[in-house]
């Protein structure tokens, strides 16, 4: 039984918006951070956003800076990521992860092999 669950992806055209949702619900262990990553066909699964579990700070890169914003709903044990300016580029599978290294640390928790547990994925395509 998966323990994330992501959902919320769709077709769009260029310069629309889409939210997805990771459903943590079912998650019953500490976790530090969820994060939110995306592969495209062909490419590297790469890192898009973060959110911790402790402060609530959240952590972008660079490529989605001001378009997208991750955010989280503690009594649902749901994580978001709105995703507003869709690109062609865009286009990807986007998976939600979670990290159970409770150890502090400074910064965004965006390398995958520091995320232990992963969702299945849901597809985002924009195109016109």
């Known amino acids: 039984q998966l323990q994330l669950a992501e959902s919320g992806g769709d077709l769009v055209h260029p310069g629309g918006s889409l939210r997805l949702s990771c459903d943590a619900s079912?998650?019953?262990?500490?976790?530090?951070?969820i994060g939110w990553f995306r592969q495209a066909p062909g490419k590297e699964r790469e890192w898009v956003s973060c959110i911790n579990s402790e402060d609530g700070d959240t952590y972008y890169a660079d490529f989605v800076k001001g378009r997208f914003t991750t955010s989280r709903d503690v009594t649902k044990k749901t994580v978001y990521l709105q995703m507003n300016s869709l690109k062609p580029e865009d286009t990807a599978i986007y998976f939600c992860a979670a990290d159970i290294d409770l150890l502090p640390r400074a910064g965004a928790t965006d390398l995958p092999n520091e995320y232990d547990y992963w969702g299945k994925g849901t597809l985002v395509t924009v195109s016109s």
């Open positions: 079912r998650f019953t262990r500490e976790y530090y951070a």
